[in-house]
């Protein structure tokens, strides 16, 4: 199994010029966290998500209409390709403490979208994942990595440490 037959194809994506009311829009519309931001050319040059939108209205105290998701976005971007496997990504994901990681050909131009949740479904489902070594405790290793906040060991909201 390669990348190329998880990923999501229809990825929406935005340009950095763009506010960020129109990047809540897209994740509105195709109920998504996380929208990719490519050049005139469709290369990834970042990532936004929801939480940037809200921490950046919040932090700069504009409207979301009147700052761009340039200001926003992550641009230190973790993509695979088409023909990488599952497992690449998974520790990837792991590595890097993300939860999607952009798809792209050889001239990095967008091609599609894989998620944490999408590593969790082919698991579950009745496909066979051959010896690429993904395995429900890979994932649920990814997801620990993916949730410790950056600070350090997490802590519930009680006190409590995990």
């Known amino acids: 199994m390669k990348v190329e037959d998880i990923m999501t194809r229809d ?14 829009q897209i994740m509105w519309e195709v109920d998504c966290g996380a929208v990719p931001v490519v050049d005139a050319e469709r290369r990834v040059i970042g990532i936004i998500t929801d939480r940037d939108i809200c921490m ?5 105290g504009v409207p979301l209409g009147d700052a761009s998701v340039n200001s926003a976005m ?3 971007i973790k993509c695979c390709g088409p023909h990488d496997s599952p497992a690449t990504v998974q520790a990837l994901m792991q590595q890097y403490k993300i939860r999607r990681v952009p798809v792209v050909d050889a001239d990095r131009r967008l091609i599609g979208i894989v998620t944490l949740a999408d590593l ?6 009745s496909q066979t994942l051959g010896g690429d070594g993904m395995t429900w405790s890979a994932v649920g290793h990814t997801l620990a990595a993916v949730c410790e906040p950056r600070g350090g060991r997490y802590t519930t909201r009680y006190g409590g440490s995990r």
């Open 56 to 60: 950046a209205s919040h932090l700069q």
């Open 11 to 24: 990825v929406r994506s935005c340009a950095p010029e763009e506010s960020l009311s129109s990047a809540a």
């Open 74 to 76: 992550a641009r230190d």
């Open 120 to 125: 969790a479904y082919i698991l579950g489902s």
